[in-house]
C-alpha cells in the first residue's frame, strides 16, 4: 500500500475564522482521475483493495474526509456541507477537476451532495450502498446506542465488566462491535459530532431525496442485497429519481462493499467509466 501523502488549504468555515487544513489521501494510477469517499468511521485505506483491481485504469485517490484517518480534525459543528467543502478544496489542490466521484454510505451523501452542488466538476458519480435518503429509523436505532457518545470513563468501564456476560450469551460479536464503535466514536470528533446531530429529527434537514432528481450526470448505484445497514430501498431511490442512472445489485453481498466484494466493484465500474468516457470523447 503506498503511504499517505498531504496537502494544505485554507479551509473556508460559515461562523468560524478560515482554518489551515491537512487532507491526507493515497493514490495510484494514471489515466482519468477517480476520486474516492470512504464511509462513516472509515478511512482513505478501505479503498485499497479496489483501488488495486482499478489502478491500471484509473487515477485512483481515495481521501481521508474531514475529521477522519489523517486528515484534519478541527473542533467543529461537522456536517455534511462541511465534508462538501472540503472535498472541494481537496480536488482544486490536486487540480483533479473535472472527475468521477466514487462513494460509500455516508462518502455517498457527501458524493451526491456534491454534485449537487458542483455539477460541472464531475464526469460521472458512483455510489455505492448511499446514506442521505432521509429515514427516521437510522434515528430510532442510534437512540439506543446513545451512550456510546457520553464521554463519561463509566461507560467504558461498563463495557469491560460486561464482556464476560456477552461471552456467556453467545452475543460476543455483537459486543465486540459495540466495544469497536464506543472505540472509533472516542477517536473521531467528526463522528460523535455527526451523530449527536442526528438524534434530533429536526437535524435532518440535509437528506437528499428531495433534490437528486436535478442531477444530469452519468450516475451508477451499487448495493448489496444482503446490506444489514443501508436498507436497498435507499439505492432505489437514488436510482429512480435521478436521470437514467444504473442500479447494480450484487447479489449476497453486505455493507461493506470497498472491504469485502472489490472485484464485483471493479466489473461494474470499469465499464461503467469506460462507456461514459467512449461518449464523451
Same mark, same amino acid.
Given at each position: 500500500?503506498?503511504?499517505?501523502?498531504?496537502?494544505?488549504?485554507?479551509?473556508?468555515?460559515?461562523?468560524?475564522?478560515?482554518?489551515?487544513? !491537512?487532507? $491526507?489521501?493515497?493514490?495510484?494510477?494514471?489515466?482519468?482521475?477517480?476520486?474516492?469517499?470512504?464511509?462513516?468511521?472509515?478511512?482513505?485505506?478501505?479503498?485499497?483493495?479496489?483501488?488495486?483491481?482499478?489502478? =491500471?485504469?484509473?487515477?485512483?485517490?481515495?481521501?481521508?474526509?474531514?475529521?477522519?484517518?489523517?486528515?484534519?480534525?478541527?473542533?467543529?459543528?461537522?456536517? /455534511?456541507?462541511?465534508? @462538501?467543502?472540503? @472535498?472541494?478544496?481537496?480536488?482544486? *489542490?490536486?487540480?483533479?477537476?473535472?472527475?468521477?466521484?466514487?462513494?460509500?454510505?455516508? +462518502?455517498?451523501?457527501? +458524493?451526491?451532495?456534491?454534485?449537487?452542488?458542483?455539477?460541472?466538476?464531475?464526469?460521472?458519480?458512483?455510489?455505492?450502498?448511499? $446514506?442521505?435518503? !432521509?429515514?427516521?429509523?437510522? !434515528?430510532? !436505532? %442510534?437512540?439506543?446506542?446513545?451512550? &456510546?457518545? %457520553?464521554? =463519561?470513563?463509566?461507560?467504558?468501564?461498563?463495557?469491560? &465488566?460486561?464482556?464476560?456476560? $456477552?461471552?456467556?450469551?453467545?452475543?460476543? $460479536?455483537?459486543?465486540?462491535?459495540?466495544? %469497536?464503535?464506543?472505540?472509533?466514536?472516542?477517536?473521531?470528533?467528526?463522528?460523535?459530532?455527526?451523530?449527536?446531530?442526528?438524534?434530533?429529527?429536526?437535524?435532518?434537514?440535509?437528506?437528499?431525496?428531495?433534490?437528486?432528481?436535478?442531477?444530469?450526470?452519468?450516475?451508477? @448505484?451499487?448495493?448489496?442485497?444482503?446490506?444489514?445497514?443501508?436498507?436497498? %430501498?435507499? =439505492?432505489?431511490?437514488? *436510482?429512480?429519481?435521478?436521470?437514467?442512472?444504473?442500479?447494480?445489485?450484487?447479489?449476497?453481498?453486505?455493507?461493506? &462493499?470497498?472491504?469485502?466484494?472489490?472485484?464485483?466493484?471493479?466489473?461494474? /465500474?470499469?465499464?461503467?467509466?469506460?462507456?461514459?468516457? *467512449?461518449?464523451?470523447?
Amino acid at each position: 500500500m503506498p503511504t499517505r501523502q498531504f496537502i494544505e488549504f485554507v479551509l473556508s468555515v460559515p461562523d468560524s475564522q478560515p482554518l489551515t487544513c !491537512r487532507a $491526507a489521501y493515497l493514490e495510484v494510477g494514471q489515466g482519468p482521475a477517480l476520486v474516492m469517499l470512504h464511509g462513516f468511521m472509515g478511512s482513505a485505506v478501505t479503498w485499497w483493495p479496489l483501488m488495486q483491481k482499478l489502478q =491500471s485504469h484509473y487515477r485512483c485517490i481515495s481521501l481521508d474526509l474531514l475529521g477522519f484517518g489523517k486528515s484534519a480534525k478541527p473542533a467543529l459543528r461537522y456536517n /455534511i456541507a462541511l465534508e @462538501v467543502t472540503f @472535498v472541494s478544496h481537496v480536488l482544486k *489542490a490536486l487540480s483533479l477537476e473535472p472527475c468521477y466521484l466514487l462513494g460509500h454510505s455516508f +462518502g455517498g451523501w457527501i +458524493g451526491a451532495t456534491y454534485a449537487l452542488k458542483y455539477p460541472q466538476s464531475l464526469q460521472g458519480l458512483i455510489l455505492a450502498a448511499p $446514506a442521505g435518503i !432521509r429515514d427516521d429509523s437510522f !434515528r430510532d !436505532r %442510534w437512540q439506543l446506542l446513545k451512550p &456510546l457518545l %457520553w464521554a =463519561s470513563p463509566w461507560v467504558d468501564w461498563g463495557l469491560g &465488566l460486561a464482556t464476560p456476560l $456477552a461471552g456467556l450469551l453467545g452475543k460476543q $460479536a455483537e459486543f465486540q462491535k459495540l466495544r %469497536w464503535y464506543r472505540q472509533s466514536l472516542k477517536e473521531q470528533p467528526v463522528a460523535s459530532s455527526f451523530l449527536r446531530d442526528r438524534l434530533r429529527s429536526e437535524a435532518a434537514i440535509d437528506t437528499v431525496e428531495q433534490e437528486i432528481h436535478r442531477l444530469q450526470l452519468p450516475t451508477l @448505484v451499487i448495493s448489496g442485497d444482503q446490506d444489514e445497514t443501508i436498507p436497498l %430501498w435507499h =439505492s432505489q431511490t437514488y *436510482a429512480n429519481q435521478i436521470p437514467q442512472a444504473q442500479l447494480a445489485i450484487i447479489p449476497g453481498a453486505s455493507h461493506s &462493499l470497498p472491504q469485502n466484494h472489490p472485484e464485483e466493484l471493479a466489473e461494474l /465500474i470499469l465499464p461503467f467509466m469506460a462507456r461514459n468516457l *467512449a461518449t464523451s470523447e
